[in-house]
């Protein structure tokens, strides 16, 4: 349905993310940022907006922001204010946002974002700095919704923690591959602000959020008018989100219906959108600049200095590793988006082949990383001790199984991978005399598996191989056991 | 034995310094005071013994020294102190203790002054009389059945019955200087920026500023030297030192000091009375050296529709977070009210009718298409009146009106025609709106009441205004009110 919709229409996206600063303070006040912590722990009289408290800027957000800009090829204002945004929610203790409105910190810019094996030039319109607001919990009705909820509790510990808004100028000519574009362009965008670190962006924490907004229009004729999908808070769901809204789009304007210009909300569950608050009612937010703030106005020759010390693009980045480690596309994008990449990098600079760093980091441990509900880089192993289990198993020290054993102990905090062998002792059984009399005592247990063998049925030696193994508790090297097995039995591997 | 409550804030500090009155004693005769007198004044909305004998403890164990230690002091309503109730006048923070101090009240404790309690004030200072305070207004000690000023006017009428010698006020359009002058009380509105709005609550950012009121011209000074320097967290707070406010106050020279009387500042609407003392207080600078001449400032007669359109629309969003969710009154939530309705009504019953007139007006102002109209084009009018302001020191060092264009007129007078209200503020707002520091001293009376004399000054030029103070005080005979109504 999506692609004879977009047969018939022409697509016009836009993007708004909201990111979180990883500052370690607030925008307006030295609160912490950090997430999780018991409800309006992280308050003072100033994020709380209790009278007469007052903001100061936390020049490390704006810093931050010019770097955004910066890697978004964006033009930095040599001059700039805040602007109150006026409306009234109880999240908001001073019942106005501080914002910038017609005063941008960045304008103008860009981002190039690999769709499909072409490039793409994503258009930036601003990239500016506001403060979140707090978090409201409606209690007692059964969606979690302020619909039949007895009662709303508000936490203000995120209240005026630093967010960059940046927002795209409307995308066109996208065609068939809008939704893919808004996801490509998401996912970008995030590894841009990865490799800045100025985020940690956990999209499941609510770190970096996008509103989407769609129009479509006939071939020739005006832009339609455009919805605001709000709160999309993960990749899956900016790509469901322009698609869900394309479809919905195109039943309404083919039945001759009008789309109406207003904020959707977005389903994780059913992938669809519903109707929020009508932009035709929407509030006027009487918009004035922050009388409480001065200008902000950046020396050029700071924004000169972040300039120069921008780290590389992600995408050159993922090229450079490409030629250097001999991995497919397919693979940097895979290690990017599991956030391993770096990992990779120093696991392969401490010693270990690319693809044996690539299948680690990939596999059991971006799994542990999951199971854990933390970034790869937060598990308690290091790149130089993933070289190392690799070093070992090259070596013969260790077969896959006792490497993944090693691994698990590393990560359980039991030390270093010598350590974790040491302390479970899990090195390979060496001893040819322990590993015979292995042999034998199998072969001695089940002696049916041994006549199937001689008998041809090579397979059956499984059960025995399992058998010594056991009793050497996984030590001994799964494949030598098997050779020296088939020799006792006088038969030959084919 | 001296009466402790009619000593000034230096000659206080002498007596405790001579050990002729401890710092408690001091404290307790102003205790004593304000429980003699003012049942019929109502300065104070809060007075808080308790913690005022506890700093003069503190001053009489030597824990605290400096010019001011011991001294007591009345805190205008709208500055924060924890523990305190802080009310701004209003019924909406009714009950609100703030959990800090306003950086200005933490300064003040640090000088050793004793602070005896809050003083009264129109609701969130918006008012010229403090009539529109929602626990009552506060009478003028000169005749009780007249205003004392606003927004203000607790502070000056203390001063003024001898409840403190000291007391804090805060200046948007004239709120420390107008009632100064209707109390025969000195009141100084220093440099936008000089002292820290940090817990001050908001009326207009962009205007408030707090300040010093004494009974003379040096007890201000030395009170504005406490209370002013930059702090960090205030990001309007000027990172400069303080003017030689102290110094200018001894000093008091006005040889060879050039000041410009205001043209646009007198003639029709002026009370011949204030026309007369104002006048003859020019002379006096004159006589003492001063270089007189009169300046034109062309825009100042747009001062006050501008300041009517850019005082509100801040306060419009200032007063926003005043919606019961968090502190303060709240209203109609029985479990059945949207939360919508109970913000509603606790804003409809928290707030009193002139500062919801003030809400209006100014979301009016920053509606979507007529911020132009209206709020940009009153920025635009703050840019010219500060370009009058510059022009003028080119050719003067000061510049001086009257303060109020009238005496104090009866309580009532002016309750149902806010215009005629807002109009006694005509002389008062250019300085606000173009941030430079402004005073205003004692130049008699006319038929039996104050009168004030409004001195200009560059920014950063505090020290200027303490001059001018200071030489007039010298050869005007002292506003001693006669309080015939306490006996």
């Known amino acids: ?185 998401v996912t970008e965008l995030r590894d841009v602000l990865r490799g800045l670190d100025v985020s940690d962006i956990r999209m499941e924490q609510g770190s970096m959020r996008c509103d989407v907004n769609t129009s479509l229009n006939r071939p020739g004729e005006p832009w339609g008018t455009r919805t605001e999908t709000k709160n999309v808070n993960s990749l899956r769901s900016v790509e469901r989100a322009v698609r869900s809204e394309v479809e919905r789009q195109a039943v309404l304007l083919r039945s001759g219906g009008r789309i109406t210009q207003e904020t959707r909300h977005f389903h994780e569950d059913s992938g669809t959108t519903s109707p929020g608050r009508s932009k035709e009612e929407a509030t006027d937010y009487r918009y004035f600049p922050e009388p409480d703030l001065v200008p902000i106005a950046p020396d050029p020759d700071w924004v000169g200095a972040l300039k120069a010390v921008l780290p590389e693009a992600p ?163 799964a494949a030598a056991v098997r050779a020296l097995l088939l020799e006792k039995l006088g038969v030959s591997d084919s | 034995m001296t009466d402790l409550t009619r000593l000034t ?53 030597g824990e605290v020294t400096g010019p ?36 200005v009240t933490a300064r003040l404790k640090a000088a050793g002054v004793v602070i005896l309690g809050k003083t009264n004030m129109d609701e969130f200072a918006m008012g010229s009389s403090t009539e529109h305070s929602a626990y009552g207004p506060t009478h003028n000690p000169w005749d009780l059945d007249r205003i004392p000023g606003g927004s203000g006017g607790g502070s000056s009428a203390a001063l003024a019955s001898y409840q403190a010698p000291l007391a804090i ?21 220093p440099t936008y920026g000089a002292v820290s709005r940090y817990g001050l609550v908001a009326f207009s950012s962009s205007l408030d500023q707090a300040g010093p009121c004494a009974r003379t011209v040096l007890d201000a000074a030395l009170l504005h030297e406490v209370i002013a320097g930059h702090d960090p967290c205030d990001s309007t707070s000027i990172p400069a030192p303080v003017p030689p406010v102290v110094e200018a106050a001894r000093n008091a020279s006005v040889e060879g000091l050039r000041v410009g009387v205001v043209k646009e500042l007198q003639g029709d609407g002026y009370e011949p009375g204030v026309t007369a003392r104002f006048e003859e207080a020019v002379a006096l600078l004159q006589s003492q050296g001063a270089i007189v001449s009169e300046v034109s400032c062309p825009h100042f007669g747009y001062a006050l529709p501008a300041y009517y ?112 209200m807002y109009k006694q503020d005509i002389c008062s707002i250019p300085a606000n709106l173009y941030g430079g520091p402004a005073a205003s001293f004692p130049a008699g009376l006319s038929e039996g009441l104050p009168v004030g004399f409004q001195v200009m000054a560059p920014t950063l030029r505090d020290d200027l205004l303490y001059r001018v103070g200071g030489a007039l005080e010298k050869v005007l005979p002292p506003a001693i009110p006669p309080l015939s109504w306490e006996s």
Not at chain 2, 171 to 180: E, F, K, W, Y
Not at chain 2, 368 to 393: C, E, N, P
């Open chain 2, 169 to 189: 006020g805060t200046d948007t359009g004239g709120s420390i200087r107008q009632p100064a002058s209707v109390t025969g009380t000195v009141g100084v509105k």
């Open chain 2, 309 to 420: 359109l850019i005082a509100p629309s801040e306060a419009s969003s200032n007063l926003a977070r005043f919606d019961g969710v968090r502190y303060g009154l709240r209203v109609g939530d029985d479990g059945d009210r949207s939360l919508e309705e109970v913000m509603a009504l606790t804003r409809a019953r928290g707030f009193g009718a002139e500062v919801k007139r003030r809400i209006i007006l100014g979301t009016y102002a920053l509606s979507s298409g007529y911020y132009d109209a209206y709020y940009g084009q009153a920025q635009k009018v703050r840019t010219l009146i500060s370009r009058d302001f510059q022009a003028a020191w080119s050719r003067v060092d000061v510049l001086v009106a009257p303060t109020c264009p009238t005496v104090a007129f009866p309580l009532g007078a002016k309750l149902e025609d806010p215009l005629a």
């Open chain 2, 9 to 61: 804030a230096v000659e206080t500090r002498e007596a405790i310094t001579s050990g002729q009155a401890s710092a408690v004693e001091v404290a307790q005769a102003h205790l004593d005071r304000i429980a003699a007198v003012d049942d019929r004044v109502h300065a104070f909305l809060h007075v808080d013994a308790e913690g005022a004998l506890a700093q003069a403890k503190r001053v009489d164990a």
């Open chain 1, 315 to 477: 995408s050159v980045r993922r090229k450079q590793l490409l030629a250097q480690l001999g991995l497919s596309d397919l693979d940097a994008q895979a290690m990017v988006n599991a956030g391993v990449l770096d990992l990779v990098l120093a696991t392969t600079e401490a010693g270990a082949p690319a693809a044996e760093a690539r299948n680690w980091w990939l596999g059991s441990l971006a799994q542990a990383a999951n199971t854990q509900g933390v970034e790869a880089s937060e598990l308690a192993i290091t790149p130089a001790q993933v070289a190392r289990v690799v070093e070992l198993v090259a070596a013969g020290d260790l077969t896959a199984g006792l490497a993944k054993q090693v691994v698990d102990g590393v990560l359980a905090g039991e030390g270093s991978p010598d350590e974790v062998i040491g302390s479970r002792g899990l090195a390979v059984v060496k001893d040819e005399g322990a590993l015979t009399e292995a042999v034998e005592a199998a072969l001695a247990a089940d002696p049916e598996a041994a006549e199937k063998v001689r008998g041809g049925k090579v397979q059956a030696v499984g059960a025995l191989v399992g058998r010594v193994m056991k009793q050497t508790r996984g030590q001994a090297d």
């Open chain 1, 1 to 185: 349905m999506y692609e004879k919709d977009l047969q018939e229409f022409e697509p016009v996206i836009g993007l708004e993310t909201h990111v979180e600063l990883g500052t370690a303070s607030k925008m307006f006040c030295g609160c912490a940022t950090e997430f999780g912590a018991e409800p309006n722990t992280h308050t003072c009289p100033v994020c709380l907006g209790l009278p007469g408290a007052l903001p100061v800027v936390n020049e490390k957000a704006i810093e931050s922001t010019i770097r955004i800009g910066l890697a978004l090829h964006c033009d930095i204002a040599t001059w700039c204010r805040f602007a109150r945004k006026n409306y009234f929610y109880p999240d908001m203790p001073k019942n106005f946002q501080t914002s910038q409105y017609d005063e941008p910190l960045c304008t103008d810019g860009y981002l190039d974002v690999d769709v499909e094996g072409s490039v793409v030039r994503v258009p930036i319109e601003r990239v500016h700095l506001e403060e979140d607001t707090g978090k409201t919990l409606h209690v007692g009705g059964s969606t979690g919704r302020i619909h039949g909820a007895t009662h709303s509790l508000v936490d203000y510990n995120r209240a005026g923690i630093p967010l960059v808004e940046i927002v795209t100028k409307p995308v066109v000519g996208t065609g068939q591959q809008a939704a893919a574009v808004a996801k490509a362009y």
């Open chain 2, 68 to 103: 001011l230690a011991g001294v007591p002091l009345a805190l205008k309503d709208v500055m924060t102190m924890a523990g305190v109730p802080t009310t701004c006048g209003s019924r909406i923070l009714e009950g609100w203790r703030p959990p800090y101090d306003a950086t």
